[in-house]
């Protein structure tokens, strides 16, 4: 694969050439991953997307939601990609975004990207993917990236690494109970969004908005919110309402983490988190090897025996891998 | 230090020898590292004591416990080595078997050795030089190791990676509520014992004792145990009563698993565990080096201020490493 052709490529915003490298970044073979570095590096850095975080648990519809807001973006001129990061992939086979026809408008508007999860066997490896490829999409040109997942915890804190706001999407709750939602993951949204604010569910839906608007009061203010932030608000992805206005309180909310310093030093500081963890699993991708393989299996075999212990045999072992 | 010399102090049973071989394997020095390696491949191996794991929230009565019962062992000719795991020393400074005097007769006698936990920042360090530590106490000839340690999971869970067998102690609960023990937990145990039967509290101990026995009877039977186990018994630490009884369960459930082969099947699975785990953080320990550390932290500031993506610094970084 020509690099600089695929570099021209996602710079121009071919939507295939885009395709085309984050099927490279998600490979683990050994000569892609080189082509991968070496393309993540060639990219143009000056373009920059709004990167927006949305969990929610099934069911509250995610997908409908992703069509409504999305469709809205596009028809005010915006180009918008969806990612998505799934902790269960590894054992699923891919579940979320799994199918393009759950967003059936949106997958087939040419200003709209869908790709769902890379099947990884360790979040961490699906997450990482997930991060180049965000790049990837900001290179292509892209205005708006939405990264979804579902977790119970993990995954969410995965994706707030690589959002510049997160959106955690609630359905209307039957009583006034918080939904089980993890105070953890309360504690990363900057706007809880209570879907199916329509018809029957409606006076729940109020109901539950304002229950988590006043668990929200509660919660410490972090330095980089606005008075006001983070806040609870009804949409109806069904019937269309209340998505330009969770998109206004978006824009307020970036606008004034730009202008206060705060957008950039999130962003060092996901790029510093980032390096980190590519560090760590290049250092631990060694044991994947082959070679490294053999001599890990015959030295735990050892092991295993009792022949050697087990910190020595260790200490042999990374010996020998960096001759 | 003569390593040698060292060596022969432990095989010899010399409690300062052992103190001094575990002060070598708990510091991160790495001239002290190379030294506790030669130090664990020197020790004979063909010693082997009864390695109990030891699990209870505070106020359970956990160093009550471990003073009667260790006193009970020493009673009858063993010798007791207590050794410990704490996963919040990092923030407290050590506060589990910190404080010797909190088992004060033990501490007095010339067959226990008590050793507290070695502080370290991470529980996965502090696991490595726990388990190095039990390697130690065995090779002194200590009948009975016993690892203490209290937690949420994480480091009964290391705990039970080195253990033989492993007690999850409680207390009498006020309803017949099942304390809040973690299912995960929970399903570790070998062996629940309520403590505190004695008194105004004997009754709630029989209830608690029949809450668990009826839970334990619900989970899944695991291939290691022999009929009745897992199973709940009550003590009364500070009444010096079902202690032995305790001992016999313990006795009866390890010859069972030896003559079943569970219980060399258990140490080789240990073993390679921690030769995983070990060879893992050796690998990332690389990372701590002054040199090492000065690269990372240079890049890193390049990779914030989006000068280099983070993916080619991670990968410019580690091939400097292996150079």
């Known amino acids: 694969m020509n690099i600089d052709d695929l570099v021209k490529g996602i710079a121009a915003g071919e939507r295939r050439a885009l395709a085309r490298g984050i099927t490279l970044v998600e490979s683990s073979r050994e000569d892609h991953r080189a082509q991968a570095t070496a393309l993540l ?8 997307a709004l990167r927006i975080g949305l969990s929610g648990t099934p069911g509250v519809g995610k997908s409908t939601f992703i069509e409504s807001f999305g469709m809205m973006l596009i028809a005010q001129g915006l180009r918008v990609a969806v990612l998505a990061i799934d902790p269960s992939s590894s054992r699923s086979g891919g579940s979320i975004l799994g199918d393009k026809t759950r967003m059936d408008l949106l997958s ?14 360790h979040l961490g490896g699906v997450a990482r993917r997930t ?8 290179a292509a040109g892209f205005d708006v990236v939405l990264i979804e997942t579902v977790g119970v915890g993990q995954s969410e804190t995965v994706v707030a690494e690589m959002s510049d706001v997160f959106l955690l999407l609630l359905a209307p709750a039957g009583g006034d109970e918080l939904q089980g939602v993890k105070r953890g993951i309360m504690e990363m949204a900057d706007i809880i969004v209570v879907n199916k604010a329509d018809g029957d569910l409606k006076p729940a839906a109020s109901r539950t908005c304002a229950d988590y608007a006043g668990a929200l009061r509660l919660l410490r203010k972090r330095p980089q919110d606005p008075d006001g932030f983070p806040k609870a608000m009804m949409v109806s992805a069904l019937q269309e309402s209340g998505l330009s206005e969770t998109w206004g309180e978006v824009q307020a909310l970036t606008d004034w983490r730009r202008a206060n310093g705060f957008w950039a030093r999130a962003r060092a500081a996901q790029a510093r988190y980032w390096f980190e963890q590519t560090v760590k699993h290049t250092l631990l991708a060694q044991l994947e090897a082959p070679k490294a393989k053999a001599a890990l299996s015959e030295l735990s075999d050892l092991v295993a025996q009792g022949a050697i212990d087990p910190t020595k045999a260790a200490q042999d072992f990374v010996a020998q891998l960096e001759r």
Chains 1, 2 share one sequence.
């Open 131 to 138: 991060r180049e490829a965000v790049a990837l999409c900001e």
């Open 41 to 48: 590096a060639a990219l143009p850095k000056e373009r920059e």
């Open 108 to 121: 087939r508007e040419k200003d709209a990207f869908i790709r769902p999860s890379p099947s990884q066997t």
